[in-house]
C-alpha cells in the first residue's frame, strides 16, 4: 500500500469517508454522463424511488460489471486498489447504480446506513464500503450527499420503514447528530465518495434546476460472504483495468444481457441515496 493510501485509510478509520477530489477527470465524467443520458437499456431498466413528499427519483442499479462505459468504471485500478486498501483486502464489485436525481422533482432520502439493508441481504459483517461519484455538480441546493462524520463507529442501527424507503431509527440518529459533525458532501463533477456501509449518510429534495446525477459502485471484502449466497451477486475476482485503458476507451452503452437489478423495482431494502 503507498503512502497515500496509508493516510487515506487513517482517514476512513477514524471518519467513515474518504473524498477524492478529481477521482475522474473533466472529461471521463462527461463521458460517462454523456452515455448515461443516452443509452437506452439503462433508460428502459430505470424505476423510482419516492419521498414522504412524494418527489421521485430515478435509478437503474446492477449486479455484473460488463464491458461497457460504467462496467469498466467499476473495475478502474484507481477504485478497486483504494477499496481494497480502505477494507484491508481483496474486493468484490456487489452492485453499481446510476443515481438520477432531477431538477425540481428529484427526491430526498432518509438517514441510514448501507449495511442496515445488505444485513438483511445476508452479508455476514460490514467490511463493505461504497464510492459515489458525482457526473453532474453536487451542492448543498440540489441534494448533495450529507454524512455524520466518525458515525460509523456506532455500529449497525436497527431500520425500519419510512415512506417508500428504509431509514435508521431516529431516535439514535438523532443522538448520532448530538454526537457527530453533520458534512455536506458538495462535489464538482468526477469527485469520489468513498464511504464506510455503517456511515449515516442521506440527501435532501432537489429544489433547485440543477439535475444531479451520480454513479454509485458498491464492494464488499472478499472474506464477507453472504449468508444467503445469491447466485446474481459476482463472488469472483474483477477483472481490473488499467486507468489509462478506461481514460482513453470510447463511450460505450450496455450491450446484450446485463444482469440489471429489476428485483429492486419492489423491494424495500435496496439502498438509494
Known amino acids: 500500500m503507498d503512502g497515500a493510501y496509508r493516510l487515506e485509510r487513517a482517514e476512513y478509520a477514524a471518519d467513515g469517508f474518504v473524498m477524492v477530489r478529481n477521482l475522474l477527470s473533466a472529461a471521463e465524467a462527461a463521458k460517462l454522463l454523456a452515455v448515461a443520458r443516452s443509452d437506452e437499456a439503462l433508460r428502459r431498466h430505470a424505476y423510482d424511488r419516492t419521498d414522504a413528499e412524494g418527489r421521485a ?14 462496467g469498466q468504471l467499476c473495475r478502474t485500478a484507481r477504485i478497486v486498489d483504494r477499496m481494497s486498501a480502505l477494507l484491508g483486502e481483496e474486493v468484490w464489485h456487489y452492485h453499481s447504480k446510476l ?3 432531477e431538477p425540481r422533482v428529484g427526491g430526498a432520502w432518509e438517514w441510514h446506513q448501507d449495511y442496515g439493508y445488505w444485513y438483511e441481504q445476508g452479508f455476514m459483517s460490514a467490511d463493505m464500503a461504497s464510492v459515489f461519484i458525482a457526473l453532474d455538480s453536487a451542492t448543498r441546493e440540489n441534494g448533495c450527499l450529507q454524512v455524520l462524520r466518525g458515525s460509523h463507529r456506532f455500529g449497525r442501527i436497527s431500520h425500519g420503514v419510512s415512506g417508500s424507503q428504509i431509514g435508521a431509527d431516529p ?29 449515516l449518510h442521506r440527501s435532501d429534495a432537489n429544489r433547485s434546476d440543477m439535475p444531479r446525477w451520480s454513479v454509485i459502485c458498491c464492494y464488499a471484502a472478499r472474506s464477507n460472504s453472504a449468508l444467503r449466497r445469491d447466485p446474481r451477486l459476482n463472488y469472483k475476482p474483477l477483472m481490473r483495468i488499467d486507468d489509462e485503458t478506461f481514460a482513453e476507451a470510447a463511450p460505450r452503452g450496455v450491450t446484450g444481457d446485463i444482469d440489471f437489478n429489476t428485483a429492486q423495482r419492489d423491494s424495500r431494502v435496496v439502498n438509494v441515496r
Open 57 to 70: 427519483t430515478r435509478l437503474t442499479a446492477w449486479y455484473d460489471p460488463g464491458e461497457d462505459s460504467f
Open 171 to 199: 431516535e439514535r440518529v438523532e443522538e448520532a447528530m448530538r454526537r457527530c459533525e453533520l458534512v455536506h458532501c458538495e462535489m464538482a463533477p468526477g469527485d469520489g465518495l468513498f464511504f464506510h456501509s455503517n456511515l
Open 99 to 101: 443515481m438520477q436525481k
